[in-house]
């Protein structure tokens, strides 16, 4: 049988999984912008640079003639890159938090006894292969819990044939009435 295809309207499916995922990214390239700054700073810094200043020449230092350049160029940089940073990660968050939410839906769904669901994810998501374990488990489950049903409903035609005790009849019809309670089949 054939599952419809699923396509996420939102993107921001596990809001706070994802932002935390995305602000960690863009932290770690500020990180990076920072540290090189710092780097090219210092390490600039026992050279001199000439440099024009309204037509008079000035000898400087080179980490300071060269730090305003450095640090429009990198806010720029890191502006840019934070955009794709961002881009990025919601879409490789979009591709982990969109699966978990399927997971987390389908599986209660399974923990009330609903043995015929399963978990459909769409065919490039990350975590189809344990999606395809839990839809083995929950069919596994499913025929078994199934098995002991019809063993039940065997015995309580038995049961009426043979004309067995009121009580044991009772018991066996209360252990059918739990299956079906509690399982969906």
Do not use: W
């Not at 912008?33 to 230092?61: E, G, M, N, P, Y």
């Not at 940089?77 to 879409?91: D, F, Q, R, S």
């Amino acid at each position: 049988m054939e599952h419809p295809s699923y396509q996420r309207k939102t993107h921001l499916i596990k809001k706070d999984f994802q932002i935390k995922f995305i602000v960690k990214f863009c932290l770690i390239v500020l990180a990076g912008v920072i540290l090189s700054t710092a780097l090219l700073f210092f390490f600039s810094q026992d050279t001199l640079t000439s440099s024009f200043d309204h037509s008079k020449l000035v000898i400087r230092k080179t980490g300071s003639a060269i730090l305003p350049a450095v640090i429009y160029t990198n806010l720029i940089t890191l502006g840019v890159v934070c955009i794709i940073t961002i881009l990025v990660t919601l879409y490789i968050s979009h591709k982990i938090a969109g699966p978990i939410f399927r997971f987390e839906k389908e599986i209660k769904a399974i923990a009330q006894g609903d043995l015929c669901k399963k978990i459909v994810l769409r065919k490039q998501d990350q975590v189809k292969e344990m999606a395809d374990s839990i839809n083995q488990m929950v069919n596994s489950l499913h025929d078994k819990v199934n098995e002991i049903y019809l063993e039940i409903d065997i015995l309580e035609q038995t049961a009426k044939e043979e004309q067995v005790p009121d009580q044991i009849a009772d018991r066996i019809k209360t252990l059918k009435q739990k299956i079906e309670k509690n399982f969906i089949l």
